[in-house]
């Protein structure tokens, strides 16, 4: 079973609906984040978690919001979603080294969202 | 502005012949490098790192260089297999960018037997 797991894997919509991608893991990780992948963009960041009452904006968190249910779980939701929002999303954790640094990223397997 | 560049988004490389991608940077604060590979359905998967302390970092097949005058990282592979055909991303941190990592457009690389 993988580390990291998103629902749902795939996702089509209409703009205006509300859309929530689910990110669990099982690496006892206190950090996570979101980030979405475009074509010739790479992966920015939209929101990151360092523990359960800490949540920060990314550089890309408008028409994006976030929830750190547990310490195992991290959402993402679109209110009211847009076709620019079609994307690849991953959601990952770290873990602090203790240094100045944060750990390697564990990713998951994507979620691919489509507005129509 | 993209403060991390991968300028060739794509490399094709004969099987056993020596792989090299790019990667540009222009925050001169950032002081921490890494690369992640990833194949098509997969999420990105860590690969190597480097600190600015080192311009040199090794792992097996795999050595990542940086020149900090230049700005400028590469990643090496040697020899390059068929299972290396990923895209490749670079991403670079710093301390006062509040531990997160900046990504590269990524480097689809292939390598062709």
């Known amino acids: 079973d993988a580390d990291v797991t998103q629902t749902p894997r795939n996702r089509i919509t209409k703009t205006g609906k509300r859309i929530m991608l689910e990110c669990s893991q099982t690496?006892?990780?206190?950090?996570m984040y979101w980030y979405r992948q475009d074509p010739g963009l790479g992966l920015r960041l939209i929101y990151y978690s360092f523990d359960v009452k800490d949540i920060n904006k990314g550089e890309i968190s408008d028409g994006y919001s976030v929830s750190r249910q547990a310490q195992a779980k991290f959402s993402l939701s679109l209110e009211s979603a847009i076709p620019n929002q079609t994307a690849l999303y991953f959601c990952a954790t770290s873990v602090a080294t203790g240094g100045t640094y944060t750990g390697e990223l564990f990713f998951g397997e994507g979620s691919r969202l489509t507005v129509l | 502005d993209q403060q991390v560049k991968q300028n060739s988004p794509s490399l094709s490389v004969q099987e056993g012949r020596i792989s090299i991608l790019n990667c540009d940077y222009t925050n001169s604060m950032f002081d921490y490098f890494l690369w992640y590979k990833k194949y098509p359905a997969e999420g990105p998967t860590f690969l190597i790192s480097?600190?600015?302390?080192?311009d040199k970092n090794e792992d097996g097949r795999f050595t990542v260089f940086l020149n900090k005058s230049a700005k400028h990282l590469s990643l090496h592979i040697v020899p390059s297999q068929p299972g290396d055909s990923a895209v490749y991303f670079c991403?670079?941190?710093?301390?006062?960018?509040?531990?997160?990592?900046?990504f590269g457009p990524g480097t689809r690389l292939s390598v062709l037997p």
């Open positions: 690496k006892g990780h206190d950090r």
């Open positions: 480097i600190s600015s302390i080192k």
């Open positions: 991403a670079a941190s710093g301390v006062n960018y509040g531990q997160n990592f900046v």
